[in-house]
C-alpha cells in the first residue's frame, strides 16, 4: 500500500496530516523538540501559523478559535515548559467542551524515563486534563493517531486531545498515507424521545428551558430559538453561553451565571419542567446545584446533551436524550407546535423580569465612570456580528447582564473561569474575523496574566479593542473577603501601570477613561486606529458588582456576625 509513496519524516506526516484535517490556522510558541514540525509549515502556506509570546496564551487563543469555528483549535507547544505553560488551556477546553489539538514535542524515545531535559509523561501529567492524550512513537502511525485526535476532540461531548511527538520520531522518514478530514460523530434523537419530550413539555405548567454547552452551529441556535418561540417557552442560558439565543427575541429570560439575576433563579427554582439543551448544568449554571436536586431533581428534567457519560451524571433526568445540538435543534424545531400553551403569563413575566434587570442599578454617589450607561451605549453601538470575549473576574458581570448577544454575533468566555483568557481569545477571535469588530473584556488583575498578547495582534496586524476594568485590586476575591472576613483585605490589592502608556509602548492605541462622556469617542477612536487597543476604564473600586457595593457587602457580613 505504501509502495508508491514518497518517503516523508516524522514532522512532514505531522503537517500533511494537518492539510489532510483541513486546518487553517494553528498557534504556537516555538521549541526545538518539534523542529521538523515547523520546518514542514514552512512549506505549508496555507496553514496560517500564529507566533505567540506565552503557551498560556497561545492555548487559549487555540480554545477560543475552536470554541468560535466549532473545528479543533491546534496548537503546538514544547515539552515540559512549553506543556506545563499551556495547560491552562487544555483545563479549559476540557471544562468548556471545546474542541483541540494539542502536539506537544517529547525527548527521543531512547532517553524517555531517564527524566531527560525537560521530560514530563503526558499522558499522567494530562490524565485529567484532556479528554485522551497518547505518544505517537512511531512515524508510520501519525496519519492514523492524528485522525483519532480530530475525531475524539470533535465527536459526543468535544474536548481538548493532547499528542507527545518525541523528537526522534518526528526525524524518522517514513512512508504512509494521510486521511481525512476527520467527520464529528453525533448522535441524533431519537423519534419516541422526541414525542416524550412534547408530551412531557405539554404536560407542564411552568416550564423553561436551559441552553448551553458547545456544538451549536449558527443553523442550530437558530432551530433551538425557533422551537422555544412557537412553544412560548422561556429560554435561560447557562454560564458565559449566552450567545446561543438572540437576547432579544421575547423567548430569552436571561443567563444563569456567577451574577444570575435573583429574579431568574426563583423563576428557575418555581419551574415544574425543566428542559436542558447541550449544558451539562454545572455548578455555575446550578447556582452549586441548589437550582435541581441531586440526584432527583424535584421536577421534570429532560435532559439533552451529545455525550451519554453526561446524561444522569449528576441530575437523573425524566428523559434523557443523546444528541448533537444542531440534530436535535433541527428535530425540536420541526415538532408539530404544542397548541393554546398554558405557560404564555409565565413566560412574558420572565421576559418582563429579565427586560428590567437591563436598566442598571442606581448607585449613590453616582459614579464619574457609569459603568452601566457604558454598556447600554455599547449595547446599542455594536453590530448583529461583533465578538465579545471575556476574561474571568467581576467586571464580566457588566457585559453579561447588559449586553445583548445574538447570532452571528459571539459570546467567548471560560466556563472554566480561568484568568488571562479576555486578551487572547480576543485575538484569536480576530484573526478569524478581521472585518469584525471584536472586544476583549478584562479586569486589571486578569490583563497582567496574559496582555502580552497584544502584542501577538499587532505583530498579526489585526485589531482587537480591549475594555480594561481598572479596580485595582482581585475584585472577585476581595468581594468573597468583604462577605467571610469583612474589612480585613489582605493578598488582592494591586499596582498597576499605566495601561494607556503600555499599548502606545506596544505600538497600539491606548485611551484612559474616566468619566462617561470620554467613553464613546474613546470606542470610536479605538476603532479608527484599527490597531490593537487597550481602553482603560477607571471605575469606582466601591461599585464590586453591578448590584451592589464593597461597603454594603462589608455592612451586610459584619450585620450578620461574619469574623
Ligand atoms: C488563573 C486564575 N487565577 C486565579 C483565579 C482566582 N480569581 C478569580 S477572579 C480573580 C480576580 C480577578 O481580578 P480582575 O481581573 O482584576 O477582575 P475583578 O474581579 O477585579 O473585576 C481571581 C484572582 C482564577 N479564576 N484564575
Ligand atoms: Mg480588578
Redesign the pocket.
Known sequence: MTANLPLMSGGQLVVAALRAHAVRMAFSVAGESYLEVLDALYDAPEIHLVTCRQEGGAAFMAEAYGKLTGEPGVLLVTRGPGACNAS?GVHTAFQDSTPMVVLVGQVARHQIDREAFQEVDFRKMYAPLAKWVTQIDLAERVPELINQAFQVATSGRPGPVVLALPEDMLRDQRAATVAGPYHAVRAHPGAADLAELRRLVAAAERPIMLVGGSGWSDVAAADIARFAEVNQLPVCCSFRRQDIVDNRLACFVGDLGTGAAPTLVARFKAADLVLAVGARIGEITSQSYTLLGVPDPGKTLIHVHAAAEELGRVFRPTLAIQSGMPEFAAAAAALQPIAAPRWGAWREAARAEYEAGLAPTPFAPAPALDLGRVMVWLRERLPDDAIVTS??????GWPNRFLQYRRPGRQLGPTS????YGVPAAVAAKLVHPERIVIGF??????M?TGQELMTALGEGVGPIILL???A???????HQERRFPGRIVG?A?KNPDFAALAAAYGGFGATVARTEEFAPAFEAALASRRAAIIELQMDPEIITTRTTLSALRRQATAAGAS
Open positions: 491552562i476574561d474571568a473576574g467581576n467586571f464580566s473561569g480561568a484568568m488571562g478584562c479586569g486589571d488583575g486578569g490583563f496574566m476594568f481598572n479596580n485590586m482581585y475584585g472577585t476575591i476581595r468581594m488582592t494591586l
